[in-house]
């Protein structure tokens, strides 16, 4: 188990509330240990952020090294109408 330090921090009023709120109910032995289960989520949370990032930038990686050609913006706008005219058909087909 690591060596425990003390710390001293200061809380608004309605968090030393709640936290004082969840010992008294049981669900933690002490305010020590709710605060450092918060820090814990807090931990998590970070790692996880890093790891969605680390994901993103892979992607975007991926993307930038893709060696297949970028489409122009026209070229876009007609694949897009492409598409939405044979939804539409097909839609409209389904209603006869």
Request: glycine residues 2%; without cysteine; proline residues 3%.
């Amino acid at each position: 188990m690591a060596v425990a330090e003390k710390l001293s921090v200061e809380l608004p009023a309605d968090m030393v509330r709640t936290l004082r709120e969840t010992v008294e109910s049981g669900e933690f032995g002490s305010e020590s240990e709710a605060l450092q289960e918060a820090v814990r989520a807090w931990q998590r949370e970070r790692e996880d952020d890093e790891r969605q990032l680390d994901a993103i930038r892979a992607r975007i990686r991926r993307s930038l090294e893709d060696p297949r050609p970028s489409l122009t913006e026209a070229e876009v706008r007609a694949r897009l109408n492409e598409s939405m005219a044979q939804r539409e058909k097909a839609a409209a087909d389904e209603t006869r």
